[in-house]
């Protein structure tokens, strides 16, 4: 065989084989995180949050997941750059995450790669599991910087207190917003909810 025929057929099987595995990687990049997996899951770290202080209140940026957002410059970081309070919160003696008075936002970032079709599933048989203490009052999809977003509003007459959670894929994340309060001030604090959501954020990452 001559030579540089057969040189021609090495490198066109040497083209193949590292398409092969780009596709290979390609395809394997683009799977879905399956649902038994997603309690594994990684979270994106807290110092990843990064706050910055504007005329407007608390810039916070998260660039390597992708999301930035406002909080009011009077409101508190008691734990993380991913957990926000309002300036008038008391919490319960006996447990941090009940309050007596006040708001609270809280957000985190899952490393896994779905669809909104499967994570609205996920989420309701969530609710029917816990349907024995927590009571869903209203579900809805809603518009949330370009995504679509799941808006479950709820409450657990055991804590007396109420929770909304906005829940979002993006790219290769899930997003969770937690908006809680005590029951008596839901309403007070839903108006509060309303303008941070007006201030997310979604970009690259």
Known sequence: MDKRLAKKIFVFFVLILILGIGGFFLWKNNQETPPEKWMEAKMSPIEDFIIKETPEGKLVEN?????????????????????FYSPDTKFNEKRSDILETGCRIYIYVSYIRTNIDTLEKIVNE??????????LDQFQKIELSGQTALKNK???EGLKMSYISIDFPFKNNIYKIIFSSPIQESERCDEEFNKFLGSVSMGPN
């Open 126 to 135: 969530n609710f029917l599991q816990l349907s024995s203490v927590i009571k």
């Open 154 to 156: 709820y409450y657990v």
């Open 63 to 83: 660039k390597k997941a992708g999301i930035s957002f406002k909080i009011p410059t009077d409101w508190i970081i008691k734990e993380d750059p991913s957990s």
